[in-house]
């Protein structure tokens, strides 16, 4: 039987539409224009995921791109008008970007803050050792990590040695495919009866995250730790360093994979990092982007939050502030009330709905991959712990610009209650007295050497961010 199509919708099919929430596909609530335009901005964006897999090479992204838009080093003793578009690079790990306004600080500033570090294997100082003839690299890993994740997936060496004279070498080994890569061992599954009755925690430890980075002995001379020699050698000859130069180094393993799309429809994209560059690209083209605004914007790409944030480019510094201090002082306004004021998108993913592991989410509360960016009202932990919570008026005023802006959104919280939980930067922004919330893009497998996005929801994230800079 076909039902027809001129059909009348019955009277609880219309007062559906007009009282519950649209939960229709993402996918079918664009059009193919925008799709396309989609497709389009996340080509870019993972460019960005291949020559930025730590915070200094994303800063170095982020300079590069902001001059070619106009940007200039921020000079506190210079007077800016509106239009004007500032940086600050903080020890080259952390930077901000600012589009002076119209009304500049006197009606406080808009904020856009994501994160650019993400989770992997940092060298110890001392890192270089030989075992039973085989070279290694001692790691101690950086943020929340699923240990058993690391091991036998190629990883490469991101970062830089500074030699007691203050010269900076920078290094990238692993990326090109005629560079060597490297990997952390795992034991065969015909061994490994003994492991695979451990518990996840205690069958991967961090000292089991030994990087693999040679084998053959330096000559035929019968010394001890020749292979070690080796390779001392090797990065001797090639970078003019030596073992003690590690001891001043930010040295990191990531994982040697390019950012490519995934699906047969290609309209998700796999790669290390998304956690956060997925919302700091976007944060960072919306303030390429942005023409002159109303109030002051300001894109902060943040360093330190996969370790809670301490230190002098994380956000509990007061870099921030002090920006904010400089723009409002050059406006005649004090700080206080100049962020008082202002508000804060802080874009950070949130944890897509996995069918495969549906019982850790809550479903009517959980984020979807192609819903377009997800707003969380807030995250913490058992009750509500250690995070912001967005006012009620603050999300109605959110809730207004994207749908003002046409912006595709949806909500989501951190999984459900209980289940574990985590955090976001909103809460330090929150206790500067500005008003935050978190708006990203859901991510699946988050934190695992390769994370999954949605190319529409990476877009939406943007359009997101443009739209409140703009508002
Ligand atoms: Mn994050
Ligand atoms: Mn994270």
Redesign the pocket.
């Known amino acids: 039987m076909i039902m027809s199509e001129s059909k009348e919708k019955s009277k609880a099919a219309l007062m559906k539409e007009k009282l519950f929430m649209n939960r229709k596909n993402g996918c079918v609530r664009v059009d193919a224009e925008e799709m396309k335009k989609a497709d389009e901005f996340c080509e870019e964006y993972k460019n960005f995921l291949n020559q930025a897999k730590t915070e200094r090479e994303a800063v170095i992204y982020a300079v590069e791109a902001a001059k070619i838009a106009g940007f200039t080093e921020y000079d506190y003793r210079k007077s800016y008008s509106a239009g004007d578009k500032v940086y600050v690079n903080n020890r080259n790990k952390a930077i901000m970007l600012a589009v002076i306004g119209k009304n500049g600080t006197h009606n406080g500033v808009r904020l856009g803050i994501a994160?650019i570090d993400?989770?992997r294997l940092d060298l110890k100082p001392v890192p270089v050792y030989e075992k039973n003839a085989l070279a290694m690299f001692k790691t101690h890993y950086y943020?929340?990590i699923k240990k058993y994740q690391w091991p036998t997936v190629p990883l490469a060496l991101h970062g830089v040695v500074v030699r007691k004279d203050g010269t900076s070498v920078p290094i990238e080994i692993g990326e090109s495919e005629n560079d060597p890569c490297f990997c952390v061992t795992d034991l065969l599954p015909h061994l490994a009866n003994e492991q695979m009755s451990q518990v996840m925690t205690k069958a991967f430890n961090g000292e089991h995250l030994n990087v693999l980075v040679g084998s053959r002995p330096f000559n035929e001379d019968e010394e001890s730790e020749s292979v070690k020699l080796h390779i001392l050698h090797i990065l001797f000859e090639k970078y003019g360093i030596l073992e003690e130069d590690f001891l001043s180094a930010d040295l990191h393993m990531v994982p040697a994979l390019r950012a490519r799309d995934l699906g047969l429809d290609r309209s998700m994209i796999g790669a290390y990092g998304h956690?956060?560059k997925v919302c700091a690209y976007p944060a960072l083209m919306a303030a390429i982007d942005a023409d002159v605004p109303e109030s002051t914007i300001i894109t902060v790409l943040t360093d330190r939050?996969?370790i809670g944030s301490d230190g002098n480019t994380g956000m509990k510094s007061t870099f921030l502030a002090d920006f904010v201090a400089d723009l409002a002082q050059a406006d005649g306004e004090q700080t206080r009330h100049v962020l008082a004021k202002s508000t804060c998108l802080s874009a950070?993913?949130n944890a897509a709905f996995d069918p495969t592991y549906a019982s850790a989410f809550e479903a009517n509360n959980a984020s979807y991959l192609n819903q377009g960016a997800v707003i969380t009202k807030y995250t913490g932990s058992g009750g509500k712990y250690s995070t912001s919570d967005a006012s009620a008026e603050y999300m109605a005023k959110v809730r207004a610009i994207l749908d003002d802006a046409g912006v595709l959104w949806q909500t989501g919280e951190l999984g459900k209650v209980d289940g574990g939980g985590?955090g976001t930067i909103a809460k330090f922004v929150a206790n500067l007295n500005a008003d935050v919330v978190d708006l990203g893009v859901p991510v699946l497998s988050?934190?695992a050497p390769m994370e999954v996005v949605s190319k529409l929801d990476v877009y939406m994230t943007y359009r997101a961010l443009y739209a409140f800079y703009m508002a």
């Open positions: 994160h993400s989770p943020g929340g956690d956060d939050e996969e950070d993913v985590g988050m934190h």
